[in-house]
């Protein structure tokens, strides 16, 4: 067993969902608390560690949508939720010691900085954990093309994606026991095979810019670190 990181610059994808622990809604400190301490040892192994959080938790756009109200607005309101995820998360990291900053494709200067790719860089060279918080800006998108995205907008080596399971299966393991779980798929397989992972759009990108996907469970603790030194249980996706 190595304790060498197999990576020198990640990006992160946690859900909204994986916020909200046990609770119906909203954060669950002690948990945003657990992630941090996983961001924390990765950082102290000497890995550069980008964050883009969802909102899934909170607010989602289609559910305005659903109900007849206005797509544009629900995911604004859904862009906003990953702004209160971002902050939540950063003050689990200050609390640990670690130097972590927001930044928001959503200008809202009184609250965290706003995203640019160059100062997103600057600070990821000088070792803080940048958490990109407004997903990309837009609406019609989620926070996985946010996460694709960012990474490849920060050179990460790797594509980071806690889930609620410890890969990516040929169906929802939790239904179907007997699902086959992948240690290794290619980003096109990934897609052809409609496999739940992350969306379409995502998944593209990632290829598009040679950025392997590693899919692993956010719920086990230090789980991070473990693929970090190249161990671990994980799915990789890589061509
Ligand atoms: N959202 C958006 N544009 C983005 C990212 C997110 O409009 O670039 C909105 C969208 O309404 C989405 C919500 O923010 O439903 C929360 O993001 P997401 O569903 O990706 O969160 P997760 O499922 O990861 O918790």
Redo the contacts with the bound molecule.
């Keep these: 067993m190595t304790s060498k990181p197999t990576f020198r610059r990640v990006l992160l ?6 916020l909200m622990g046990g609770q119906g809604f909203g954060i669950d400190v002690s948990v945003a608390d657990r992630i941090a301490a996983d961001i924390a040892e990765a950082r102290a192994m000497g890995v550069e560690v980008g964050v883009v ?5 909170i ?4 559910a305005v949508a659903s109900k007849g109200g206005d797509r544009v607005t ?6 906003l ?2 702004v209160i995820n971002s902050l939540a998360l950063r003050t689990s990291l200050v609390k640990l010691g670690i130097d972590a900053v927001v930044l928001s ?1 959503i200008a809202m200067p009184e609250i965290c900085e706003s995203f640019s790719q160059r100062q997103a860089t600057a600070y990821m060279n000088a070792g803080k954990v940048v958490i990109f918080a ?13 996460a694709a995205l960012r990474a490849a907008e920060i050179g990460a080596d790797a594509l980071f994606k806690g889930t609620q399971v410890d890969g990516i299966y040929s169906a929802d393991p939790k239904t179907h026991p007997d699902a086959e779980r992948f240690e290794r798929i290619t980003h096109d397989e990934v897609i052809s095979r409609g496999l739940n992972v992350m969306d379409t759009a995502a998944i593209a990108l990632a290829r598009e810019n040679n950025i392997p996907i590693i899919v692993y469970s956010i719920h086990e603790k230090g789980g991070f670190g473990e693929i970090l030194r190249g161990n671990g249980r994980c799915t990789v996706v890589r061509d």
């Design positions: 994808k946690a859900s909204g969902e994986a959080i969802g909102g899934g938790n607010f989602r756009g289609v629900g995911d604004h309101m859904g862009m939720a990953t494709a407004g997903g990309t800006g837009n609406p019609f998108f989620t926070t996985d093309s946010a």
